[in-house]
């Protein structure tokens, strides 16, 4: 069989322990068969990190500037364990917060839905995407206790030393005041990529805050989205069929939960980071969950949204069989392929994805699964596959 050519490279970002096995599988099986693979290889193993001083992480980000698509394997984020483990020279930042660093993207988040994995609210039928806006607010606050009476404000000085003050609180006793702060290029960034991955998603946009009591703050966010919507996007969405909603954060939620899904929900940092924990349980499980990092730019990384999967990774090295989830990792692949094939205008590309795509869930729907997805499936009797078999059925599938 003649093999699918790639025109132009994705970035590769190799990983660690029972990913980075997995990802080897399904190179190997699923992929370098069918496809002539032409990546540009970034070892993001811990090991090479440390050996570079971690500028191979620095120069995987720039390669995605230059050939706007990568896939991204999951790796460690150094703790003090992890020092002593790899006998590594620094606490070497998280990867993935580097990258993010360089693309200044927004991550979105949706899960891959199968029958047999009913997610735990009934009427959820389509996914359901959360785009997590990730600058600012709570995340990079400053407090304080109050320790008696007295008088909390806000103070702003501008450079001319000019300074503007509005009163929080005459506190009578003890109490805790909070600042936070976001800056309007980034809400302006993040805007943009949800526009932008709705479009090319074709999936409607809902977004949320709370602007009736956040006056100001709140309010900040809900302008700078209709503006950008206005000015640049009206046309465009109606051109496309999709709609941008926005609503009060308490009727979002409960849209959502009467909703049949199939939507991008923009949140604001906390509430993103909290939604999509939701999102992601009532649907079944972190293993089905797929993650791109968009920039405004126009680059892209997918990778899973679960980590390394380090208790399989230890049983792996005892000799033990494992049955790890593939599925995610599988789609981070078929992600970076389908929108490669989309810049470079090669179909058979983006058409290998749909297959890889089908060939996984048919594998899954037809009962052929691994452990995490056989304990809470609803298929009565599911046929349980370790880490290689289950890459394999798909393979035979394929
Ligand atoms: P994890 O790798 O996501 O795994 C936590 C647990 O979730 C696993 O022990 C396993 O449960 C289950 N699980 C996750 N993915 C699974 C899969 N594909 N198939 C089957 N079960 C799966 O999180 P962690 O153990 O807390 O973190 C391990 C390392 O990953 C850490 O060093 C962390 O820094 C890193 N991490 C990286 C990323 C990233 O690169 N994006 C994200 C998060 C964490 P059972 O053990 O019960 O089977
Ligand atoms: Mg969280």
Sequence with gaps: ME????????????????????????????????????????????????????????DSAN??????????????????????????????????????????????RAPIVVKGIEPCVRNWKKPITIARHAYGDVYKNSEMKVPGAGKAELVFTDKDGKEVRELIHEFDGEGIIQGM????????????????????????????????????????????????????????????????????????VARVMKSEGGYIWACKNYDGDVMSDMVSSAFGSLAMMTSVLVSPEGYYEYEAAHGTVQRHYYKHLKGEETSTNSVATIFAWTGALRKRGELDGNKELMEFADRLEKATIDTIEEGKMTKDLALITTNPNPVVLNSEDFIKAIAERL
Aim: proline letters at 2%.
């Design 63 to 108: 390669a995605v500037k230059r050939h706007k698509v990568a896939v991204k394997c999951a790796t460690i984020t150094p703790n003090a364990a992890r020092m002593t483990e790899y006998d590594l020279k620094e606490m070497w930042k998280s990867p993935n917060g580097t990258i993010r660093a360089i693309l200044d993207g927004t991550v979105f």
């Design 181 to 252: 702060h976001n800056v309007n290029q980034s809400i302006e960034s993040f805007a943009r990529s949800c526009f932008n991955y709705a479009l090319d998603t074709k999936q409607d946009l809902w977004f949320a805050t709370k602007d009736t009591i956040s006056k100001k703050y709140d309010h900040t966010f809900k302008d700078i989205f209709q503006e950008i919507y206005d000015a640049e996007y009206d046309g465009k969405f109606k051109e496309a069929g999709i709609v941008y909603f926005y609503t009060l954060i308490d009727d979002a």
């Design 3 to 58: 093999r699918i050519k790639m025109i132009n490279p994705v970035v590769e970002m190799d990983g660690d322990e029972m990913t980075r096995i997995l990802w080897k599988m399904i190179k190997e099986h699923l992929l370098a068969p069918f496809v002539e693979l032409n990546t540009e290889y970034y070892d993001l193993g811990l090991e090479h990190r440390n050996a570079t001083g971690d500028q191979v992480t620095v």
